[in-house]
């Protein structure tokens, strides 16, 4: 066999091995955190704080159906011009992934060009919200860009305000600005650690909903919450943790809590993956409720980085451990049988996990 043929065959190799598929991870492995083991179908009490194990075969929750007798609230739609906006003007996108920055592997060397964009904004609204009453609400990532949200999730929303299970909150989907990870614009929103996107929604999109769907969305941090998946989900920390002035209640499921951020920042070195190596335990409690969950086949080190900051299951044993020696209020789903974004699970779990991140919501009134 020649060099050159020996070479292929060890980067066809390479390859095939950084393509497998994630190894399937077992809640009790050295260094994961303490778990109650739940009964399949099963989810956690509403007011429990700690670590469970669910699945790994599950029960379609009933909220997801429509249910007689219970109003339906209305969903409205409208699209966001970058061009018509000051922040996150222009956006940016990339055509190869980019390469380890050799002085400094925690980071990659990205060539990116300029975008416009556009986003859907979709507005769901109770039909128990009073006109001009400012409603709390909930902001999801990821939102979808041509159609409206899926009906079951929108059952969940109806049967949980009607059961008043959750307060009659205002939904809003915000479809990211395209591509994905280091050099794309959903990885500048969704990965970087400051507040920046967290003040694009502010200033942005919130405004835009109140307009356009004639509704009052309450300024009180308590009544605010997120909700993301993947880089959705540590993008709704990082809102929380550096605009706690405006969120409070966050929910995740398979938090990309590893070092994707990009372009570097020497503040914060490691990305998302310094929440529990660093700023969790050194920093005073924020009052952030936060929900998190993983499967037991989620993501291990999916790119070329191979700095150890890129397993999701560890990275997210490590957040429950983080929270918990800190003393926050949080829930820890390790969800057996399901990959990254666990949507098996989520059939199961989502409506208790909306139910538990608004659990002990009470509005502010005037005195």
Not at 22 to 50: C, Q, S, T, Y
Not at 71 to 84: A, H, R, Y
Not at 181 to 198: C, F, L, T, V
Request: aromatic share 10%.
């Amino acid at each position: 066999m020649s060099k050159t043929q020996t070479f292929l065959l060890i980067t066809a190799l390479a390859c095939s091995s950084a393509m497998a598929a994630p190894p399937v991870r077992k809640f009790d492995e050295p260094g994961a955190p303490p778990f109650k083991v739940l009964k399949e179908g099963e989810n956690p009490p509403i007011d429990a704080n700690d670590n469970f194990v669910i699945g790994p075969k599950y029960t379609p929750a009933p909220e997801r159906k429509k249910a007689e007798g219970v109003p339906e609230g209305k969903v409205e739609q409208f699209i966001i011009d970058s061009k018509e906006t000051k922040l996150f003007n222009p956006g940016i996108a990339r055509k190869e992934f980019g390469k380890v920055d050799p002085s400094n592997p925690k980071t990659l060397i990205v060539d990116t060009h300029n975008i416009d964009y556009k986003r859907t904004i979709s507005v769901y609204i109770p039909a128990q919200y009073k006109a001009g009453t400012d409603a709390p609400f909930l902001v999801i990532h990821d939102g979808p860009r041509d159609k409206p949200p899926g009906a079951e999730l929108l059952h969940i929303f109806d049967n949980l305000i009607a059961q008043k299970r959750i307060p009659p909150i205002v939904v809003i989907w915000i479809a990211n600005g395209g591509g994905d990870a280091q050099g794309h614009e959903r990885g500048k929103e969704y990965d970087n650690m400051n507040g920046d996107y967290a003040e694009y929604i502010e200033t942005e999109v919130l405004p835009r909903v109140e307009k356009h769907c004639n509704v009052k969305l309450t300024h009180d941090p308590n009544g605010r919450a997120v909700m993301g998946s993947s880089s959705g989900g540590s993008c709704a920390l990082i809102m929380a943790w550096f605009r706690n002035d405006l969120y409070h209640r966050v929910l995740t499921t398979s938090g990309t809590f590893v070092n994707q951020a990009w372009p570097f920042d020497p503040k914060y070195p490691d990305g998302a993956w310094g929440f529990h190596e660093t700023l969790i335990p050194n920093s005073p409690k924020k009052p952030i409720r936060i929900f998190i969950s993983v499967g037991d086949q989620d993501l291990l080190n999916p790119n070329v980085m191979r700095d150890d900051m890129h397993d999701w299951v560890e990275a997210n044993h490590r957040m429950a451990k983080a929270l918990k020696a800190k003393g926050y209020e949080y829930e820890y789903l390790f969800c057996r049988g399901a990959g990254h974004g666990i949507g098996n699970a989520q059939a199961q779990f989502l409506p208790h996990a909306l139910e538990w991140v608004w659990n002990g919501y009470v509005p502010k009134t005037d005195k």
